[in-house]
Nanobody, 116 residues
């Protein structure tokens, strides 16, 4: 089992930046991938970005070129650097750790609000 704690959310103006963190603890050695999802109020949770290794990252079209996902294995932490934020990026952001078996664990989420 793995425990995930997201942090770094907050209120930012359009065009601003935020960096989210997802700290993992527990059975982390066998984690296959960590992904970020987001869920806007009244909408379904959608996938944002994922990382298998430093050279194997993926992004949704809506954030490609603006968001960067990275991981620090020594700190067991995955980051989501978000630049040029837009009001439509407003959502609760969740990280999810998945094993090769398909079993996954979610964090509790962190709120990001983009507003002037």
């Amino acid at each position: 089992q793995v425990q995930l704690v997201e942090s770094g959310g907050g209120l930012v103006q359009p065009g601003g930046s935020l960096t989210l963190s997802c700290a993992a603890s527990g059975s982390i050695s066998s984690i296959y991938t960590i992904d970020w999802y987001r869920q806007a109020l009244g909408q379904q949770r959608t996938w944002v970005a994922g990382i298998l290794s430093a050279s194997n990252t993926r992004y949704s079209d809506s954030v490609k070129g603006r968001f960067t996902i990275s991981r620090d294995n020594a700190k067991s932490t995955v980051y989501l650097q978000m630049n040029n934020l837009k009001p439509e990026d407003t959502a609760v952001y969740y990280c999810k750790a998945s094993y090769r078996t398909g079993l996954g664990y979610w964090g509790q989420g962190t709120q990001v609000t983009v507003s002037s």
